[in-house]
T-cell receptor, first 110, second 118 residues
Framework: RKEVEQDPGPFNVPEGATVAFNCTYS??????FFWYRQDCRKEPKLLMS???SGNEDGRFTAQLNRASQYISLLIRDSKLSDSATYLC???????????FGTGTLLAVQP | GAVVSQHPSWVICKSGTSVKIECRSL??????MFWYRQFPKQSLMLMAT?????????EQGVEKDKFLINHASLTLSTLTVTSAHPEDSSFYIC??????????????FGQGTRLTVV
């Protein structure tokens, strides 16, 4: 079983749609969680951290369920510029190692 | 925000030669840097953790003699792919994490190096 699993997609959605991505992780000792965005042939960039109480940043909402070891990202009112690969990332404790999921490809259509 | 610079951004080399990739933290000191590799349509796979002033820690399955890591200063880590072969062709990315109050937070990534071995 992979340490961090995501649905690879692609998710093809029209502009303005709401789309949700899911992620599960296998190590219950994981402490920090993030969503990164990666554009084609570019380095990943932090989209948002994920907190236990859930958090929102504009059109983006992240949720964490530690009991189920499940993380989600919701994007409202999708824009063309949201098209990218979204990476679920988990930090294992004191090692500071970041483990990346395989990524979910989002394509927002005009 | 913090910046990590990686060089070169792309390189083409002949099979059997060695390639050095540099990763610099431009405005902060990074005692630890991480090297990742990404094959097409796959996610980033951690290769090794580079520790300033000590040996790197390699992930399972990564050959330490093939991927030489040197972290001689708090702002520079290098990855050398020795005796490169076509199967080493990949996107190599380094990252460093900014510590805030002893807590590790956001990871900053270099621009990546696209290596093609012919």
């Amino acid at each position: 079983r992979k340490e961090v699993e995501q649905d690879p997609g692609p998710f093809n959605v029209p502009e303005g749609a709401t789309v949700a991505f899911n992620c599960t992780y296998s190590n219950s000792a994981s402490q920090s969680f993030f969503w990164y965005r990666q554009d084609c042939r570019k380095e990943p960039k932090l989209l948002m951290s994920v907190y236990s109480s859930g958090n929102e940043d504009g059109r983006f909402t992240a949720q964490l369920n530690r009991a189920s070891q499940y993380i989600s990202l919701l994007i409202r009112d999708s824009k063309l510029s949201d098209s990218a690969t979204y990476l679920c990332v988990v930090n294992y404790g004191a090692t500071n190692k970041l483990i990346f999921g395989t990524g979910t490809l989002l394509a927002v259509q005009p | 925000g913090a910046v990590v610079s990686q060089h070169p951004s792309w390189v083409i080399c002949k099979s059997g030669t060695s390639v050095k990739i540099e990763c610099r933290s431009l405005d902060f000191q990074a005692t630890t840097m991480f090297w990742y590799r990404q094959f097409p349509k796959q996610s980033l796979m951690l290769m090794a953790t580079s520790n300033e002033g000590s040996k790197a820690t390699y992930e399972q399955g990564v050959e330490k003699d093939k991927f030489l890591i040197n972290h001689a200063s708090l702002t520079l880590s290098t990855l050398t792919v020795t005796s490169a072969h076509p199967e080493d062709s990949s996107f190599y990315i380094c990252s460093a994490r900014l510590l805030t109050g002893g807590l590790s937070t956001e990871a900053f990534f270099g621009q990546g190096t696209r290596l093609t071995v012919v």
